[in-house]
């Protein structure tokens, strides 16, 4: 009970931080992947239009990339406040 309740709120806060920086990384690595053996997804509609004139779908897929990353570092921001509530932001 003191492990779970007390122990594992603080140790969590290290691992939350890696897993949500490496969101971003999975997804560009899934993009990369899905363009190298030819798997519809993600990468699928940006991957054909890189070599072609297609540079509003390549912004749009950075943008896509980039709300991802902000939205992951805004959950863990949220998840460090519920594991300590010490942490606050002004």
Same mark, same amino acid.
């Given at each position: ?20 920086l490496h969101i971003g990384w999975l997804l560009g690595g899934t993009m990369v992947v899905?363009?190298? /053996?030819?798997?519809?997804?993600? $990468? ?5 239009? $890189?070599?072609?004139? $297609? ?5 749009? $897929?950075?943008? /896509? ?12 921001? /949220? ?12």
């Open positions: 009970m003191v492990i779970f309740k007390h122990a594992l709120k603080n140790a969590l806060l290290a691992p939350i931080t890696v897993i949500m899905e363009s190298m /053996f030819g798997y519809p997804g993600i $990468g699928d509609p940006a991957a054909p239009r $890189g070599h072609v004139k $297609g540079c509003p779908i390549i912004e749009a $897929g950075a943008l /896509f990339m980039t709300f991802v990353a902000t939205a992951t570092q805004l959950l863990a921001d /949220f998840t460090y406040i519920y594991l300590n509530p010490r942490i606050r932001y002004h």
